[in-house]
């Protein structure tokens, strides 16, 4: 008995002793799943907690790599910039979830594990879902309007548009659905040099926006293989195949290594240690060791595959310094 019939079966014995079955029918049937037993404060705020999706904040941290790159995020100005530029993203990126999960609400109750998201189960109302994306993103835009240089400003409002785009209709459309989705991490990159008033390397664009499409693919991959059958739970997912996704995360793989060891050379120093070069080692290491993940269908979560891989940390460890180094005393 899976959690829904648990929810449901009460229901449904209720109704024997009341009579009432026109009322409850839908309910017994399927449609909107039960309402929960209590419904309080509490746990209204609990659940738009956790739709907002505080772990997946860690992926605002790519605002950081540019200022990082250039050296320069050691400066009081530029951290306090790019420290505005993160909690603005994740304010907005969370408004942005509970707008997603309003929308996709049917199609999460038969998915066989978003059913249990708050908006899905009904532990969070529809109507304060969409309220609380609402404001969240009017906040994040209004606070960027007035704290943030216009160039950060008008980065987050490309990003809020696209994302509601997907939401609303290109997620069902194949590869520009994946196009979306790497976007997001692009232009979080781009949000770090904006709001920093650094100039970004074409390579580095390069670097963000293929190795964000390996991610994604390896992403739908699992998804794909997760669901089975059940792939109509996202429209999309019924134009790929496996060999397709494959072929897309080797050539964004691909692509992501040569690009990186581009901007690597191109930032070597004359003199010294040539750190950055060192640097494209761990860095390729790092790739391989997260498509072993990829390919056992095992990224359905990418953050939580980077943050439990140890040895995936080690690589992005060592990569790190070996950065810093090429930055400090490049």
Same mark, same amino acid.
């Given at each position: 008995?899976d959690?829904?019939?648990?929810?449901?079966?009460?229901?449904? #014995?209720h109704?024997?002793?009341?009579?009432?079955?026109?009322?409850?029918?839908?309910?017994?049937?399927?449609?909107?799943? &039960?309402?929960?037993?209590r419904?309080?404060?509490g746990?209204?705020?609990?659940?738009?907690?956790?739709?907002?999706?505080?772990?997946?904040?860690?992926?605002?941290?790519?605002?950081?790599?540019?200022?990082?790159?250039s050296?320069?995020?050691?400066?009081?100005?530029?951290?306090?910039?790019?420290?505005l530029?993160f909690?603005?993203?994740?304010?907005?990126?969370s408004?942005?979830y509970?707008?997603?999960?309003?929308?996709?609400?049917?199609?999460?109750?038969?998915?066989?594990?978003?059913?249990?998201?708050?908006?899905?189960?009904?532990?969070?109302?529809?109507?304060?879902?969409? #309220?609380?994306?609402?404001?969240?993103?009017?906040?994040?835009?209004g606070?960027?309007?007035?704290?943030?240089?216009?160039?950060?400003?008008?980065?987050?409002?490309?990003?809020?548009?696209?994302?509601l785009?997907?939401?609303?209709a290109?997620?069902?459309?194949? #590869?520009?659905?994946?196009?979306?989705?790497?976007?997001?991490f #692009?232009?979080?990159?781009?949000?770090?040099?904006?709001?920093?008033?650094?100039?970004?390397?074409?390579?580095?664009?390069?670097? &963000?926006?293929?190795?964000?499409?390996?991610?994604?693919?390896?992403?739908?991959?699992?998804?794909?293989?997760?669901?089975?059958?059940?792939?109509?739970?996202?429209?999309?997912l019924?134009?790929?195949?496996?060999?397709?996704?494959?072929?897309?995360?080797?050539?964004?793989?691909?692509?992501?290594?040569?690009?990186?060891?581009?901007?690597?050379?191109?930032?070597?120093?004359?003199?010294?240690?040539?750190?950055?070069?060192?640097?494209?080692?761990?860095?390729?290491?790092?790739?391989?060791?997260?498509?072993?993940?990829?390919?056992?269908?095992?990224t359905?979560?990418?953050?939580?595959?980077?943050?439990?891989?140890?040895?995936?940390?080690?690589?992005?460890?060592?990569?790190?310094?070996?950065?810093?180094?090429?930055?400090?005393?490049?």
């Open positions: 008995m959690v829904e019939d648990q929810q449901l079966r009460p229901r449904a #014995v109704t024997a002793f009341t009579g009432n079955v026109a009322a409850d029918l839908p309910r017994v049937t399927g449609g909107a799943p &039960a309402r929960p037993a419904r309080t404060a746990t209204v705020l609990a659940g738009l907690g956790r739709t907002m999706r505080p772990r997946q904040w860690v992926k605002n941290l790519l605002v950081f790599a540019a200022p990082l790159a050296g320069t995020v050691v400066r009081p100005d530029v951290l306090a910039a790019t420290l530029a909690a603005l993203f994740c304010v907005a990126a408004g942005l509970l707008l997603n999960d309003v929308r996709d609400v049917d199609a999460d109750r038969r998915h066989p594990r978003k059913r249990t998201r708050p908006v899905a189960s009904g532990a969070v109302p529809v109507r304060v879902a969409l #309220v609380a994306g609402g404001v969240l993103l009017a906040a994040s835009l606070t960027a309007a007035v704290l943030a240089r216009p160039a950060l400003t008008a980065v987050l409002a490309t990003y809020v548009c696209i994302s785009a997907y939401s609303l290109l997620k069902d459309q194949p #590869v520009i659905d994946l196009a979306c989705v790497a976007s997001g #692009v232009l979080r990159g781009v949000a770090g040099g904006a709001a920093a008033g650094v100039a970004l390397s074409q390579w580095f664009i390069l670097v &963000a926006a293929f190795g964000a499409l390996f991610m994604v693919a390896g992403k739908r991959y699992a998804e794909l293989l997760a669901l089975g059958e059940q792939a109509e739970t996202r429209r999309s019924r134009e790929y195949s496996a060999s397709y996704l494959r072929f897309v995360w080797s050539l964004s793989a691909a692509v992501t290594c040569t690009t990186y060891g581009l901007w690597a050379f191109e930032m070597r120093s004359d003199s010294g240690i040539p750190w950055t070069t060192i640097s494209v080692a761990p860095f390729v290491l790092a790739l391989l060791r997260y498509a072993v993940d990829v390919d056992r269908g095992s359905g979560a990418p953050e939580e595959v980077v943050l439990r891989d140890r040895g995936l940390l080690l690589l992005g460890a060592v990569w790190a310094v070996t950065v810093a180094l090429g930055v400090w005393t490049g």
